[in-house]
């Protein structure tokens, strides 16, 4: 069995519902239970439970330094890991605590930390928590500026290049893996974006930060997304913009996965 996840290799052709391709399309978000998807900017439940369930075991710890609703959590106590989450905006966390406590169908522990994730102290972190090490980190930063979370100058979508964004995004990577066990993965979900007339492909200059910073590239996955909420009034305006220009509409977003060697 491998030491990462509690998958049993004899039962191979049972496990119908585990991704093994690069491609993954999924059409309806679970919605069910704690999961409400009502946080603009969330991802959908099944990223985390794929991802927990390849490179994961029961009762591990998973953490997630940019929140938000909570799904990342959510996900971990159903699946029985224990997880923590960071995340900057106070309302934004009181919400997604009060959502993952009606998660409590077994004895995991889930523990929300009020923080900006470059710089929050992990040291006192783990001790506090009475924990050593860390069985997988699981990033989902905003991308870039697409979406404003807040007005909070630490909020990654508050920098004003991509530089300053990616170099805030290099020392959450720092901070947020320091306590990661060698030999055990993690996961950043990112999208590009569009900006005056070209592509920045933001999900590429994130996956390269991981790189320069040692650790092994295992994936490059990519989802569909569906119409985001903004969009959804737009779709023939956007097709037209399309059509008598030269873009293509973003319908994808990445996952890359990597392992930490050193
Ligand atoms: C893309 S969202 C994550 C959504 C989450 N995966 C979910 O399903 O709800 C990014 C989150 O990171 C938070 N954030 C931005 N900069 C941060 C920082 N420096 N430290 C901690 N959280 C931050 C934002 O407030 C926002 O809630």
Same mark, same amino acid.
């Given at each position: ?10 039962? $191979? ?47 591990? $710890? ?175 305006? $956007? ?24």
């Amino acid at each position: 069995m491998a030491k990462y996840n509690d998958l049993d290799p004899k039962k $191979w052709k049972e496990y119908e519902d585990i991704n093994t391709d690069s491609l993954w399309i999924i059409d309806r978000r679970d919605n069910s239970g704690a999961h409400s998807g009502n946080y603009h900017g969330n991802f959908v439940p099944q990223i985390p439970h794929q991802l927990f369930a390849r490179y994961t075991k029961k009762g591990d $710890w998973i953490l997630d330094p940019f929140m938000g609703s909570g799904t990342s959590l959510i996900e971990a106590q159903r699946m029985d890991r224990n997880s923590i989450g960071i995340e900057l905006q106070p309302e934004v966390l009181e919400e997604a605590y009060g959502r993952i406590q009606t998660e409590t169908k077994n004895k995991c522990i889930a523990k929300v930390i009020l923080g900006n994730s470059r710089t929050v102290n992990m040291d006192d972190l783990m001790e506090n928590i009475g924990i050593k090490k860390l069985q997988f980190v699981i990033l989902h930063p905003p991308y870039w500026d697409i979406i404003k979370f807040s007005e909070d100058r630490n909020d990654l979508s508050n920098m004003e290049t991509l530089e300053s964004f990616l170099e805030g995004f290099g020392d959450v990577i720092d901070n947020s893996t320091k306590y990661l066990e060698k030999n055990r993965y993690c996961a950043c979900v990112i999208g590009d974006k569009y900006a005056n007339s070209q592509v920045i492909p933001l999900g590429f200059h994130c996956m390269n930060k991981f790189i320069e910073k040692g650790f092994l590239l295992k994936a490059i996955l990519v989802k569909n997304f569906g119409e985001t909420k903004g969009k959804a009034s737009q779709q023939g305006i $956007w097709r037209y913009r399309a059509i008598t220009n030269d873009f293509y509409i973003f319908k994808h977003e990445y996952i890359f996965v990597f392992k930490k060697v050193k």
